[in-house]
C-alpha cells in the first residue's frame, strides 16, 4: 500500500518490559513524526526527523523513549522499562518535505501496560 | 515556542446547526495552520490548512477557517450540521522553518443532536 503503516496495531505487554513500534512511512517522505494519543489527551508530540538533520527529541516524556530512523525511512520507536502510563495510541505520521506540511498519518500502535 | 489552545474540548449542536470549533495558536514567526479530522475507529486526515495568501480557507465537507493574525486564532465553521460530522477535530501549528515540528491542540470532540 502507499500509505503510512504501522506495527504492531496493538501490543500488550507487562510492566517493565520493552517495546519497539515501528513505523513505514510513504516512499519520499523526508519527515517523519511521532505522537502519543492518549484519552481525552489530544495528540502529544514525541519526536521528529527530517531527513539527515539530528531530530527534534524535545519531545519525548523521558529518557526511558527512544527513536531511530534507518536510511531516512522506517522509524522504530523503543520504550524501555514500560510503565502503566505509557498506555496510549502511537501515531506515526510523514510528510513530503517539500509542502507546507500536510501530514499522512499511520492507524497507529494501541500499547496497554499490564 | 509553538502552541494551540482549543476552547471546548466537546461541543454539541443540533443537525443542521452552525458549527464552531475555536482554535488560538501562539507562534514567534508567522505560521502555517491546519485542521485535522479523526473520525470513529479511523485514523487522522487533513481537513483543511492555511500556508500564504486568502486568509479564508475552504477544506473538505463544507468546512472553512479563517486567518486572523490579529486575534491569532483559526477557528473553524460549518454553516449547517451533518450527523456524519460527529468526529474528533485538532487544530494544528507549525512554523515556517522548514525544519519545525507540527504541535496538535487537544482536540475538540463534536456531537450532532438530531
Known amino acids: 500500500g502507499a500509505g503510512v503503516s504501522q506495527s504492531p496495531s496493538n501490543k500488550v505487554t507487562e510492566k517493565g518490559k520493552d517495546v519497539e513500534l515501528r513505523c513505514d512511512p510513504i516512499?519520499?517522505?523526508?519527515?517523519l513524526y511521532w505522537y502519543r494519543q492518549s484519552l481525552g489527551q489530544g495528540l502529544e508530540f514525541l519526536i521528529y526527523?527530517?531527513?539527515?538533520?539530528?531530530?527534534?527529541k524535545s519531545g519525548l516524556p523521558s529518557d526511558r523513549f527512544s527513536a531511530e530512523r534507518t536510511g531516512g525511512s522506517v522509524s522504530t520507536l523503543t520504550i524501555q522499562r514500560t510503565q502503566q502510563e505509557d498506555s496510549a495510541v502511537y501515531l506515526c505520521?510523514?510528510?513530503?518535505?517539500?509542502?507546507?506540511?500536510?501530514?499522512?498519518f499511520g492507524e497507529g500502535s494501541r500499547l496497554t501496560v499490564l | 515556542a509553538q502552541s494551540v489552545t482549543q476552547l471546548g474540548s466537546h461541543v454539541s449542536v443540533s443537525e443542521g446547526a452552525l458549527v464552531l470549533l475555536r482554535c488560538n495558536y501562539s507562534?514567534?514567526?508567522?505560521?502555517?495552520l491546519f485542521w485535522y479530522v479523526q473520525y470513529p475507529n479511523q485514523g487522522l486526515q487533513l481537513l483543511l490548512k492555511?500556508?500564504?495568501?486568502?486568509?479564508l480557507v475552504k477544506g473538505i465537507n463544507g468546512f472553512e477557517a479563517e486567518f486572523k493574525k490579529s486575534e491569532t486564532s483559526f477557528h473553524l465553521t460549518k454553516p449547517s450540521a451533518h450527523m456524519s460530522d460527529a468526529a474528533e477535530y485538532f487544530c494544528?501549528?507549525?512554523?515556517?522553518?522548514?525544519?519545525?515540528?507540527?504541535?496538535f491542540g487537544s482536540g475538540t470532540r463534536l456531537s450532532i443532536r438530531p
Open positions: 505520521a510523514s510528510r513530503d518535505g517539500t509542502s507546507p506540511g500536510e501530514l499522512f
Open positions: 516512499s519520499g517522505h523526508t519527515a
Open positions: 526527523f527530517q531527513g539527515n538533520s539530528a531530530p527534534d
Open positions: 507562534s514567534s514567526v508567522p505560521p502555517y
Open positions: 492555511y500556508t500564504t495568501g486568502a486568509t
Open positions: 494544528a501549528v507549525r512554523s515556517y522553518s522548514s525544519a519545525s515540528k507540527i504541535i
